[in-house]
């Protein structure tokens, strides 16, 4: 027979554990499988100055330890192993581990997050954590006064480089393709293009991040003539944007065109009742550990509930069939 649980909570970032504290605090006893990266993406930065309670700041992987602890002391059962495929056509919901076992939920929570997408250099990944970000509303402040570069197209990329542009002295914009090509919607481009210390090189792509230990320069080369010019900044932003890791929910949950899970505003819930999404995954605007957090305790909540309904209602459609016999 299956193993079963009340709540099965799918990923351990700071959406995951959250609902975990939460869920285990209610008594719903959660098992949680924490998948290919147990802390989630924090685990892969150095310092964090932005989660409350941190006075000092703290380096991610010390805080995601943090959060398990408590998650852990709460009583979830943390577990590790990675959720391949799921079914959400009847309750008991049926979600398969490894490839190998099976458990039945009565309520599961998702909080698989999102990646970022890179450019794929090698001095990119050498360099990530070390000057190279895929946040400028978390790194940003790290290299405040100084000249940073950022590469993308979208609006997402234009507001990220209108942010640095309030902090840092310049803001270098590498752009594929030339202006009329921008992917980013008519007013943001025009917001960047009237930012004076924001410089846009169109036509351009990365060639190479430069920096031995850090990051010290860009070197980025024209798609026209091919020449090669190097641009010297303390930091180097990609803003190309993100992919939710959502693909085992495809087919059972409602989605957005990029993946992200859709919930219903202001809630966790998604199209399928008892099944509940929190954190990046279905948030493609904020992105942040403490809003990933903050939804993380509204998917517990809204799992109790709705667990407490169901039960209520099936006492009253027992009681009914008594009455009625
Ligand atoms: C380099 C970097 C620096 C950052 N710095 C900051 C910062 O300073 N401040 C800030 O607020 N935010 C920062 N962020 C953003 C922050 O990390 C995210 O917003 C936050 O981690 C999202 O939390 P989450 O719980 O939704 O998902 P994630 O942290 O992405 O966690 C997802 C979890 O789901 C698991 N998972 C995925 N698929 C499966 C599966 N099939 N089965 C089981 N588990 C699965 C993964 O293993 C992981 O544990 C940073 C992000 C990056 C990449």
């Given at each position: 027979?299956?193993?079963?649980?009340?709540?099965?909570?799918?990923?351990?970032?700071?959406?995951?554990?959250?609902?975990?504290?939460?869920?285990?605090?209610?008594?719903?006893?959660?098992?949680?499988?924490?998948?290919?990266?147990?802390?989630?993406?924090?685990?892969?930065?150095?310092?964090?100055?932005?989660?409350?309670?941190?006075?000092?700041?703290?380096?991610?992987?010390?805080?995601?330890?943090?959060?398990?602890?408590?998650?852990?002391?709460?009583?979830?059962?943390?577990?590790?192993?990675?959720?391949?495929?799921?079914?959400?056509?009847?309750?008991?919901?049926?979600?398969?581990?490894?490839?190998?076992?099976?458990?039945?939920?009565?309520?599961?929570?998702?909080?698989?997050?999102?990646?970022?997408?890179?450019?794929?250099?090698?001095?990119?990944?050498?360099?990530?954590?070390?000057?190279?970000?895929?946040?400028?509303?978390?790194?940003?402040?790290?290299?405040?006064?100084?000249?940073?570069?950022?590469?993308?197209?979208?609006d997402?990329?234009c507001?990220?480089?209108?942010?640095?542009?309030?902090?840092?002295?310049?803001?270098?914009?590498?752009?594929?393709?030339?202006?009329?090509?921008?992917?980013a919607s008519?007013v943001m481009q025009?917001r960047v293009?009237?930012?004076?210390?924001?410089?846009?090189?169109?036509?351009?792509?990365?060639?190479?991040?430069?920096?031995?230990?850090?990051?010290?320069?860009?070197?980025?080369?024209?798609?026209?003539?091919?020449?090669?010019?190097?641009?010297?900044?303390?930091?180097?932003?990609?803003?190309?944007?993100?992919?939710?890791?959502?693909?085992?929910?495809?087919?059972?949950?409602?989605?957005?065109?990029?993946?992200?899970?859709?919930?219903?505003?202001?809630?966790?819930?998604?199209?399928?009742?008892?099944?509940?999404?929190?954190?990046?995954?279905?948030?493609?605007?904020?992105?942040?550990?403490?809003?990933?957090?903050?939804?993380?305790?509204?998917?517990?909540?809204?799992?109790?509930?709705?667990?407490?309904?169901?039960?209520?209602?099936?006492?009253?459609?027992?009681?009914?069939?008594?009455?009625?016999?």
């Amino acid at each position: 027979m299956n193993e079963h649980t009340h709540c099965l909570i799918i990923g351990s970032g700071p959406a995951g554990y959250t609902a975990a504290i939460y869920a285990a605090r209610a008594n719903m006893k959660p098992v949680q499988y924490q998948g290919l990266q147990p802390g989630g993406q924090l685990t892969i930065t150095t310092d964090v100055e932005n989660f409350p309670g941190y006075p000092d700041g703290i380096m991610g992987p010390q805080m995601m330890v943090d959060f398990e602890q408590q998650a852990k002391r709460m009583g979830t059962d943390i577990r590790w192993g990675m959720i391949t495929k799921v079914d959400f056509s009847s309750r008991p919901f049926k979600v398969e581990v490894d490839e190998e076992k099976t458990i039945e939920a009565d309520s599961v929570i998702i909080s698989t997050g999102a990646s970022a997408k890179w450019l794929g250099l090698e001095s990119e990944q050498r360099l990530n954590g070390y000057g190279v970000s895929a946040c400028a509303v978390c790194d940003g402040f790290f290299f405040k006064g100084k000249e940073v570069a950022i590469v993308g197209a979208g609006d997402t990329a234009c507001e990220e480089a209108l942010y640095l542009s309030k902090i840092c002295s310049t803001v270098h914009m590498i752009i594929r393709k030339d202006r009329a090509g921008m992917k980013a919607s008519k007013v943001m481009q025009d917001r960047v293009m009237s930012t004076e210390n924001i410089k846009t090189y169109f036509n351009s792509e990365t060639d190479e991040v430069l920096g031995d230990k850090k990051v010290d320069g860009v070197r980025i080369k024209s798609i026209v003539d091919g020449s090669l010019m190097d641009i010297p900044v303390s930091a180097f932003f990609v803003a190309i944007g993100h992919q939710p890791n959502s693909d085992i929910f495809k087919g059972w949950l409602e989605m957005d065109e990029s993946g992200y899970i859709l919930t219903k505003p202001g809630t966790t819930y998604t199209n399928v009742p008892g099944v509940f999404a929190c954190g990046d995954v279905q948030d493609n605007h904020y992105r942040q550990a403490v809003t990933a957090a903050g939804s993380g305790c509204m998917a517990a909540l809204d799992a109790e509930r709705w667990l407490g309904a169901q039960e209520a209602l099936a006492m009253q459609t027992e009681s009914e069939a008594v009455t009625a016999a």
